[in-house]
């Protein structure tokens, strides 16, 4: 009768064995491609703004969980060479299949967004500060297949298309039910955003960044 092929192998043999499956096992699991998040189904959009230096998976799961349907990361400041941590990031919550949306301020210029088109998988792009209506408006008729949304201040002129509205507390819900309603929360408490939340029949975005007047 045969006997294992381990025993047949030199002494010392089967522990280096074993150490090798283990490591083909952990390849095998690298190779993998990561789960999807899951999003919970939702009557309309439900964004989360942070930071591109705040991004993670673990961010995005955590949203997730909390009824957002997408994050929207701000890039007005953000390097894209080849060295930025963010975009390691950022392509990890892209290969989980949950979406991510562009936030750039283009007051000083609209080079910033163009550039997170060319080096991004984005779901559209907010578009944000001065002259935002014309920008966005212009930059559809160059990828007419792309959302791209300027971000407004509540009471502004009607804009092109589809727009953002930042709003006050106290409107977040009305708005919500016609524009995509900004709610600025890095200072609000927790259960406060959290019944405007469910007070929100419509689309927003909840900001964990400070967005001021555009200038």
């Known amino acids: 009768m045969l006997g294992s092929p381990l025993k047949a192998l030199p002494g010392g043999s089967a522990p280096l064995i074993a150490g090798l499956a283990v490591v083909l096992l952990a390849a095998m699991a690298a190779a993998l491609p990561p789960s999807p998040i899951a999003v919970k189904p939702e009557v309309a ?5 942070v ?8 961010l995005a799961e955590l949203k997730a969980s909390d009824g957002y349907t997408f994050l929207a990361v701000e890039l007005t400041n953000a390097r894209f060479d080849g060295e930025a941590m963010w975009r390691e990031h950022y392509d990890l919550v892209s290969r989980r ?7 750039v301020d283009v007051t000083n ?39 791209v949304i300027p971000v407004l201040p ?3 002129a009607p804009a092109e298309g589809d727009v953002a509205l930042v709003t006050e507390p106290g409107r977040f819900a009305e708005v919500s039910k016609g524009a995509i309603a900004v709610l600025v929360a890095d200072r609000m408490p927790a259960g406060e955003v959290r019944d405007l939340r469910r007070a929100a029949e419509g689309r ?7 967005l ?4």
Request: proline share 8%.
């Open 204 to 210: 927003y975005v909840v900001s964990e960044v400070p």
């Open 154 to 156: 509540a009471g502004s």
């Open 97 to 103: 299949r949950f979406p991510l949306w562009a936030w």
């Open 51 to 58: 930071r591109h230096t705040a991004l993670s998976d673990r």
């Open 109 to 147: 210029g609209v080079e910033k967004a163009h550039e997170a088109l060319r080096s991004l998988t984005v779901a559209g792009v907010f578009v944000y500060g001065r002259d935002a209506a014309a920008v966005a408006a212009a930059m559809r008729r160059e990828r007419p297949a792309l959302p």
């Open 212 to 215: 001021y007047p555009p200038r």
């Open 45 to 49: 959009e439900r964004g989360y703004l």
